[in-house]
C-alpha cells in the first residue's frame, strides 16, 4: 500500500496498532490489518506528516486512548512522537477549526454527512480546512465505508488500511 506523505491519523490507527504487543486479545481484527496500521503509523513518525489542529482536539482524543508514555505498543509509541513534536511540525500541519455546537464551521456541507459521527467530525474538518486536503487514514470504524462517496463529493480522502474487514463489517452492520 503506498501511502501519502501528509495525512490526519484516526485514533484508530494507532489503538489498532497496539494490538501487534497483544497476544491474548479477543479481537476479530485480522493481523494484516493490524500490520498495515503499524507501517502508517512508522511511516507517519518517518515522515513527520501527520496533520492535526491547533486547538488540540485531535491531541487530547489520542491522549484519552493512548499511552504518552510510549509503552507498550506502537500506537503508544506514536503517541509519545506526537507529544514530543506536535509542536515541531510545521504550521502548515497544524490547522485552525473552529467549533460550533457538535460539529465545526470546517465541517463539510452534504445531505449524507449530516448523521456522521460527531466524535469524528474533528478529522473531517481538518482535512477540509487544510489548503491540499490531505486523506485522513482509517483502520477499523466501518461507519466511514458508508460515507467514503459523499466525503469524497466535499474532496476529501479517505484510506482505508484495512478495507476488506471494513467492507465486511459495514455490510454486517447494514444487513447486506
Not at 503506498?2 to 489503538?15: A, Q, R
Not at 491522549?63 to 502548515?92: A, E, H, I, T, Y
Request: aromatic letters at 8%; charged letters at 25%.
Amino acid at each position: 500500500m503506498s501511502l501519502p506523505e501528509k495525512c490526519i491519523v484516526d485514533t484508530n490507527v494507532p489503538k489498532t496498532a497496539n494490538l501487534v504487543t497483544q497476544h491474548d486479545t479477543d479481537s476479530d481484527i485480522p493481523k494484516k490489518c493490524v500490520l498495515a496500521c503499524v507501517e502508517a503509523i512508522e511511516h507517519t513518525i518517518k515522515t513527520k506528516g501527520l496533520i492535526m489542529d491547533q486547538n488540540g482536539e485531535i491531541f487530547h482524543e489520542y491522549l484519552n486512548q493512548l499511552s504518552s508514555s510510549g509503552q507498550p505498543g506502537v500506537g503508544d509509541k506514536f503517541m509519545k512522537w506526537v507529544v514530543l513534536n506536535r509542536f515541531s511540525l510545521p504550521d502548515s500541519q497544524r490547522v485552525v477549526i473552529k467549533k460550533t455546537g457538535n460539529s465545526y464551521k470546517e465541517f463539510p456541507t452534504h445531505k449524507d454527512l449530516t448523521n456522521f459521527d460527531n466524535s469524528d467530525r474533528k478529522f473531517v474538518a481538518v482535512a477540509n480546512a487544510h489548503q491540499d486536503k490531505p486523506p485522513i487514514l482509517q483502520a477499523t470504524d466501518s461507519k466511514w465505508w458508508g460515507w467514503e462517496s459523499a466525503l469524497a463529493e466535499v474532496g476529501i480522502t479517505v484510506v482505508f488500511l484495512c478495507p476488506d474487514y471494513v467492507k465486511t463489517k459495514y455490510a454486517k452492520k447494514m444487513g447486506s
